[in-house]
């Protein structure tokens, strides 16, 4: 069964203070590794694709790296802005489920 | 443009009620999908259509009933539900139903009284 685990539950940074999140997947066969952004009690905001290891994007302050057994969300610089909870999925060719959720980092940055 | 429309925004609803939510995509998606989510967890996948055919439903009780108009429109019937089905509904839109990146809706957040 695909699993998706994602670390630290929760992350408390100061402003400017950067740090990253990791997401690690058993997955037989991945197919892509997907990164979402979610503000309360919003749906989740697409971010990133990320397809194969080596595999790197950048969306401004954000940058997702994948290797093939996990994936890292690192935040340079984070502002306030950027507090949410982040959740990554995969989608395996394994499962026919779509995609298997973690249960997401949240993100706190202070002023 | 990137956007998965739902109505209404909240809902309040008797155990004894019949309403629906709705969901609306003008990307060209064939894939379609509804989720599940509880506060501070994950969204829970509960139905996938695929050109317009339900093509997995998660064991989800009879009292949700989807359905697929057309290639831009998916509803979710909810009839006799629970105190526990109370949660945020979450509709998502691909490409095609597999490794391409799902866009969701801001949800419909459901309370049952």
């Known amino acids: 069964e695909d699993q998706v685990t994602q670390s630290p539950e929760a992350l408390r940074l100061q402003e400017g203070e950067s740090s990253s999140l990791n997401c690690s997947y058993t997955?037989?066969?991945?197919?892509?590794l997907f990164w979402y952004r979610q503000d309360p009690g919003k749906g989740p905001e697409f971010l990133f694709t990320?397809?194969?290891a080596g595999e790197e994007k950048e969306k401004e302050r954000l940058k997702a790296t994948l290797t093939k057994k996990e994936s890292f969300l690192h935040i340079t610089a984070p502002k306030p802005e950027d507090s949410a909870t982040y959740l990554c999925?995969?989608?395996?060719?394994?499962?026919?489920?779509?995609?298997?959720f973690g249960s997401g980092t949240q993100l706190t940055v202070l002023p | 443009d990137t956007e998965v429309t739902q109505t209404p925004k909240h809902l309040v609803m008797g155990m004894t009620n019949k309403k629906s939510l709705k969901c609306e995509q003008h990307?060209?998606?064939?894939?379609m999908y509804w989720y599940k989510q509880k506060a501070k967890k994950p969204p829970e996948l509960m139905f996938v259509?695929?050109?317009?055919?339900?093509?997995i439903n998660e064991s989800v009780p009879s009292r949700f009933s989807p359905e697929c108009p057309n290639s831009s429109l998916l509803n979710l019937h909810l009839h006799a539900l629970q105190p526990e089905d109370s949660a945020l509904y979450l509709c998502?839109?691909?490409?095609?139903?597999?490794?391409?990146?799902?866009?969701f809706g801001q949800g419909t957040r459901l309370t049952v009284v």
């Open positions: 990320l397809y194969s």
């Open positions: 259509y695929s050109y317009e055919k339900l093509s």
């Open positions: 997955v037989s066969g991945l197919r892509g």
């Open positions: 998502a839109s691909s490409q095609v139903r597999g490794a391409t990146e799902a866009f």
């Open positions: 999925a995969a989608f395996s060719s394994g499962s026919a489920r779509q995609l298997t």
């Open positions: 990307m060209g998606h064939r894939a």
